[in-house]
């Protein structure tokens, strides 16, 4: 019988809202989607426990009995979500004290083998700050980490030898990486020579005129357009920014003034750059980026429709276009049946075959969610000061090359192409909860 494998997660900034010294139950709140990641997890087969370093109890900020309260205010939270943890185990000492269970010491994960009965090898560790990689990679085991907590500060700060083997989202995200792992269709990331690591720059598509949505909104592009309260770009912004984006460059066209006004406000916002390459002519989806290569680096890119949104996960993303090796991935989404949507026909390893334009006749259920990661060799096939289409002229192309591959996702896809589906986007963005960004870096002495 095959040993059963652990994750071994961090608390604060990872499970439950980073807290400076967290004293109380009340002040327990679980991030967003983690007992979604836990609950999948858990669908694996797989035993969670958290390891976490409390050195409020050496500091005298909280004694065991408040800790204890805290913890049963976290089982209890997860219980009402439908996932239980199979133990936590926490240091309690000073940084200074030099004890053998503070993390990154293993003492703690190697006594939690001893108990449950894994190797922790073969365990996956998930947190938000150097100390837990470190860990990680003491035990031998695979390690993950979350941008939430202080995960994105810590991201930037990691030295290229000291990084994961996979930076994700957040729980559900690394649940979707294990499970690829664990399927053998995600390999164990390895550190490859010149390796340039996840898309650090973003080109959204801004410059349509929507001419469709003119009716629910006539004074402003189609990106700025008012969904639950914000423009649509910033909840694009957000999706960059929770993937590890630092860069964003808004490609304009129609009323770009507005587009560029949107942009100085929100510069810097967050530690995100956001500037605009603006089209002196209409130069199509391909013409736009190809307009902007001028203004970026050596690739690969995040591209975005700005008109369409994809909660997809970032890490598992791009994960699978470097194993591919890949000039062009392509985020496919499964949706209903429609007639209203172009479609993409497969082969069996993931390869693009053909894009295929809306028939009434034969509707789809995979649709282009409108999310890509391209090379910058992809975008340079494309003639300079001309217009072109993205999915006219460049990945037909690459299909037939071989070089262009689909990445499957079950996650929601919207558009605000037309009133109708402006509203029901309003409806889903309404109902999310906005990202939670953090700016200071990760204070390992807590």
Not at 29 to 54: K, M, W
Request: aromatic share 6%; net charge neutral; charged share 25%.
């Amino acid at each position: 019988m095959a040993e059963r494998r652990f994750v071994i997660l961090d608390r604060d900034g990872t499970l439950i809202v980073e807290r400076n010294y967290l004293s109380a139950p009340d002040q327990v709140e679980l991030l967003p989607g983690a007992a979604r990641g836990l609950r999948e997890l858990r669908a694996l087969g797989l035993g969670l426990i958290v390891v976490t370093n409390q050195s409020g109890l050496g500091r005298g900020f909280f004694d065991r009995a408040a800790l204890a309260a805290i913890h049963a205010r976290l089982a209890e939270l997860l219980a009402a979500a439908g996932v239980q943890l199979d133990g936590i185990f926490f240091c309690p000492h000073l940084p200074e004290a030099g004890c053998a269970c503070r993390k990154p010491k293993p003492l703690l994960v190697e006594q939690a083998g001893r108990e449950l009965g894994f190797a922790p090898r073969a365990a996956f560790v998930v947190g938000d700050k150097p100390c837990d990689v470190e860990l990680g990679r003491a035990v031998g085991a695979v390690t993950l980490l979350v941008r939430t907590g202080y995960g994105a500060a810590t991201e930037a700060a990691l030295e290229p030898a000291a990084r994961p083997d996979a930076c994700v989202a957040d729980l559900v995200e690394a649940a979707a990486v294990i499970r690829g792992l664990l399927a053998g269709s995600a390999p164990r990331p390895a550190p490859r020579a010149g390796d340039a690591g996840p898309p650090r720059e973003a080109l959204i598509l801004c410059g349509g005129e929507g001419r469709r949505l003119r009716a629910a909104v006539a004074d402003r592009p189609k990106p700025l357009a008012t969904v639950a309260g914000r423009p649509f770009l910033d909840h694009l912004l957000e999706q960059c920014a929770a993937g590890g984006v630092t860069r964003v460059l808004l490609c304009s066209g129609y009323r770009s003034e507005q587009i560029e006004e949107f942009a100085q406000a929100r510069d810097r916002a967050g530690g995100l750059r956001v500037e605009v390459s603006r089209e002196p002519a209409p130069l199509g989806t391909g013409g736009a980026l190809r307009l902007a290569l001028a203004r970026v680096g050596a690739g690969p890119f995040l591209v975005l429709n700005g008109d369409s949104f994809c909660a997809v996960a970032c890490g598992a993303l791009w994960a699978a276009h470097a194993r591919s090796g890949a000039l062009a991935t392509v985020v496919a989404a499964r949706i209903e049946p429609s007639a209203e949507v172009g479609s993409l026909e497969l082969a069996a390893d993931g390869r693009i075959l053909a894009f295929r334009e809306k028939d009434p006749a034969r509707p789809s259920a995979l649709a282009n969610a409108g999310v890509y990661v391209l090379a910058r060799a992809a975008l340079e096939r494309l003639a300079p000061d001309a217009p072109s289409a993205l999915e006219r002229d460049l990945l037909p192309a690459l299909c037939r090359e071989g070089a262009a591959w689909a990445f499957l996702t079950d996650e929601p896809f919207w558009d605000i192409g037309t009133p109708e589906r402006l509203a029901r986007a309003e409806a889903f963005f309404a109902r999310r909860p906005p990202a939670r960004l953090t700016e200071a870096p990760p204070d390992d002495r807590k």
